[in-house]
């Protein structure tokens, strides 16, 4: 029996739908009932946005001249460009990729479809061969999937295409350029248009997405349509019950937390929305063209006592670093890599016990479930109500128990003919312990971690 706690408390809503409460509100006030939805697994999430790169075309190279021709008066478009490789090689990707697969690494890697017009990914690559292409592709599929989330980052990260010829526009003003389109207002259908240009390119080439990256200024003249064209383009070309995207990024004391947009309740089923998912810091390995100096020391020191990761982390916020794809290559040397390296290794020296690695879209679905999860409590029970399933939902909740089953109907109200399927959570000794499937008692609380399914989920407490 509790020690206190659930036993006094009223149901606060009715279990019939997710659909009520706005979700820029709380779904409960955790001071009425005491319950909280912690962290996933009572850790702080980390991850690592990967921008601008693609497969073998060094992007830093060939953005360079168009930027430039674009921008003649910056000089930061005015860099030695022809020196540089045609090429970031996929055997970079391997070492990569292998060492955070290591280290438990995860995140988003941008995979531009039609990379700076040298060529279109699901046709032809000029200066490799198909087969290079071909493989290059897999490496991709085989390698990063598993950890990493794929998103278009627009079509070419450079010139804006002409959606009814499939060429560039002829002239190189800001205005045709992506990282700035558009500059003037466009409707939700056409910018959703443009998104899934971009969507079924990779498609084309077997490459799952559940979400887009914005190129630089892209889309932030028509920032209230945005989040619905993602959502229509996303929901359109890959049918995912829960779209994200990336292109904002949390400075100061600016709230990280995911977002949710483009909210619109459906009666009786899943609402539609999109989470907008925040980096946390700014891009210090090597620049986005590979040629800047790495400070690395900006996201961790060598002890992890400061830098923006650092600071993340004992706030408890989500730790969401980001840099650029050349910045990771510099040019052959791998400085940008190399100081990543260090980063990871003094977070994990510190917080590997506080901290879980996770994929952009983990971190999108496990904010969604926590803001929009309906959860009422009765008598040493609670039931929730939620509109997506979510790996590792941990729950907090007052007093002392020694059992807690967990039943799940996959439904918004059990009926006698579903299947309901009971759980017993195992007890841990640890917080530090606590995966799905358990239950931590500390001293006043019980902190349950468990697959939530979408639809109805008790919680019995013994």
Known sequence: MAAGGLAIHQSISPLTSWAGPSPKAPQQDPNSTGIQVELPRGRVPLSFIIDDSTCLVNMGKFCMPQFAATYPQRADYQKPWQEWPDEIPDSFVREFGEWCAEHGVKGKYSIVPYPACVG?????LPGWSQQQLRESIQLVQKLMLPNWDIHPEMITHTRVIDLKTGRPFQDYSPARMENSYPQQDVSVDYLASYLAYALRILKNCDLPCEGITTPGGFGSRVKDKLPHAVLEAVRDVYSVDLPHYFKYIAEGDEDPHPRVEAFHARDGGTPDLVMNVLAGTGDWFGGWDGAEESRGSLYSNEDATSGRMVELIEKRQPAIMLCHWPGMYCGGSKEGFHDFQEVVIALEK?????????????????????????ISATNNAVQLAAPFACPAFTLSLPGRFSKVVVTQSGHPEPRQSDSVEKISLRPVRSLTALQPGCFFQSEDRCISCFDLPAGRTDLELQ
Request: proline share 0%; hydrophobic share 50%; no cysteine.
């Open 120 to 124: 279109w990914l699901d046709r032809v």
């Open 350 to 374: 510190r917080f590997a016990n506080q901290t879980l690695w996770m994929k952009v879209s983990e971190i999108a679905r496990y904010w969604a479930a926590k803001e929009l999860t309906r």
